[in-house]
């Protein structure tokens, strides 16, 4: 199986810094990246696929990058609606893999 | 607009079984493929299983396989997970999610086993 090594597993910022994620696969997916956003109490949300492509409906600050093996999530200005955990989940092979999360807290 | 409805959660004991279902609306269920992904409390995501939309091809995590059987009726457009000798280690919110992508959830059924 696909190992997700997600980094770092928890930040604290503040409202209007920009945060990076990065994830890294245990080997080549290409570009079978999906990223993810879960608030407490609620079912994770589709931010982004293909590693850089934004689902419908997802504001542009959420951005995208890499290919391979390592991939990086950026949110540009974070805003209080923005405090929550994010996935990574390759999607190159099953079993599909989730990395373990970063939770995002307020500064 | 899209939705995915779990129910059929509960609390089982050891070695029980139950059955979850999804129902699908405001989206063509036959044509896509579907999943089942758990998250056990405080826990991180972990894919269950997987069908095709015709349902010709299934996968299954290896912590469920031999228990657990995905299946579909494309008719009802409904997903279920039949469940059986649960195991503690099996608690978790259940969710279904649609296609490759997983690109829309539902709420979540929550399936707690203990005697």
């Known amino acids: 199986d696909i190992q997700m090594t997600q980094s770092p597993s928890s930040l604290s910022a503040s409202v209007g810094d920009r945060v990076t994620i990065t994830c890294r696969a245990s080997?080549?997916?290409?570009?079978?990246l999906a990223w993810f956003q879960q608030k407490p109490g609620k079912a994770p949300k589709s931010l982004i696929y293909a590693a850089s492509s934004l689902q419908s409906g997802v504001p542009s600050k959420f951005s995208g990058s890499g290919s391979g093996t390592d991939f990086t999530l950026t949110i540009s200005s974070l805003q209080p609606e923005d405090f929550a955990t994010y996935y990574c989940q390759q999607y190159n092979s099953y079993p599909p893999t989730f990395g373990g999360g970063t939770k995002v807290e307020i500064k | 607009e899209v939705q995915l409805v779990e129910s059929g959660g509960g609390l089982v004991q050891p070695w029980g079984s139950l059955r979850l279902s999804c129902e699908a609306s405001?989206?063509?269920?036959?044509?896509?493929?579907m999943n089942w992904v758990r998250q056990a409390p405080g826990k991180g995501l972990e894919w269950v299983s997987y069908?095709?939309?015709?349902?010709?091809?299934?996968y299954y995590a290896d912590s469920v396989k031999g228990r657990f059987t995905i299946s579909r009726d494309n008719a009802k457009k409904s997903l279920y997970l039949q469940m059986n000798s649960l195991r503690a280690e099996d608690t978790a919110v259940y969710y279904c999610?649609?296609?490759?992508?997983?690109?829309?959830w539902g709420q979540g059924t929550l399936v707690t086993v203990s005697s």
């Open positions: 405001a989206f063509t269920f036959s044509t896509y493929s």
């Open positions: 999610a649609r296609d490759r992508l997983h690109d829309y």
């Open positions: 080997q080549d997916i290409s570009n079978y």
């Open positions: 069908i095709s939309s015709d349902s010709s091809t299934i």
